[in-house]
């Protein structure tokens, strides 16, 4: 099946700072990609949709200077948080979307941030 | 905006028991619904798809259906395993939407 790699699956960093977080398809090209935020004991929140060669649509609420998409080809996209603040900490998780037309979405492992 | 609930919340059974898990939502005008496992701490594992057009999936001692029409899909799980506990997540894909909306999930304990 379809494989998603993340990377880092944990990272650590200083306030104000910033976290580059990279979402990998690993084994077929995705024109699309989502970023998710999940905090503890809820559920997943999209936060933008990242397409291939454009720039990335957020999710109302989302500042779009503090995380920062960049979907560069067909089978990388990055999350950079700038900037990074406590209440930043929080699992992310991305999701690629088979270039195909296959109505799947496959995951990413995800990538846990705490901000100290 | 589409709006999924997950119900119950929480759930904590003996091994053995053959559970329902339930997921309304809001719009009916999806294209698809998924359920997914999250284990703590961990990504997502696709269970079950079901297309609009159909009316259940199987998959194990996994059984979806969905009601499109009264915004409806549950989750069935025969004769749950400790190896079961874990967090399920429904998520409709809307129609013209690719991106997936979630329900906040049911957290299940099969206990030995």
């Known amino acids: 099946g379809a494989v998603v790699s993340q990377h880092p699956s944990r990272v650590i960093c200083k306030s104000g700072t910033s976290v580059k977080i990279e979402c990998r398809s690993l084994?077929?090209?995705?024109?699309?990609m989502f970023w998710y935020r999940q905090f503890p004991k809820q559920s997943l929140m999209l936060m933008a949709t990242s397409n291939e060669g454009s720039k990335a649509t957020y999710e109302q609420g989302v500042e779009k200077d503090k995380f920062l998409i960049n979907h560069a080809s067909l089978t990388l996209s990055t999350l950079t948080v700038t900037s990074a603040h406590p209440e930043d900490s929080s699992f992310y998780i991305c999701?690629?979307?088979?270039?195909?037309?296959?109505?799947?979405?496959?995951f990413g492992p995800g990538t846990r941030l705490t901000v100290t | 905006k589409q709006e999924v609930t997950q119900i119950p919340a929480a759930l904590s059974v003996p091994e053995g028991e053959n559970l329902v898990l339930n997921c309304s939502f809001t719009d009916s005008a999806i294209y698809n619904l998924q359920w997914f496992r999250q284990d703590p701490g961990k990504g997502l594992t696709s269970l079950l798809l079901i297309q609009s057009s159909q009316r259940e999936q199987t998959s194990g001692r996994l059984n979806a259906s969905l009601d499109k029409s009264s915004g409806r899909s549950t989750l069935y799980i025969a004769a749950s395993q400790p190896g079961d506990s874990a967090t399920y997540l429904c998520a409709p894909g809307r129609a013209g939407r690719r991106a997936l909306t979630f329900g906040s999930g049911t957290r299940l304990q099969v206990q030995p």
């Open positions: 084994d077929f090209q995705a024109t699309t």
């Open positions: 999701s690629a979307r088979d270039r195909s037309g296959q109505p799947l979405q496959y």
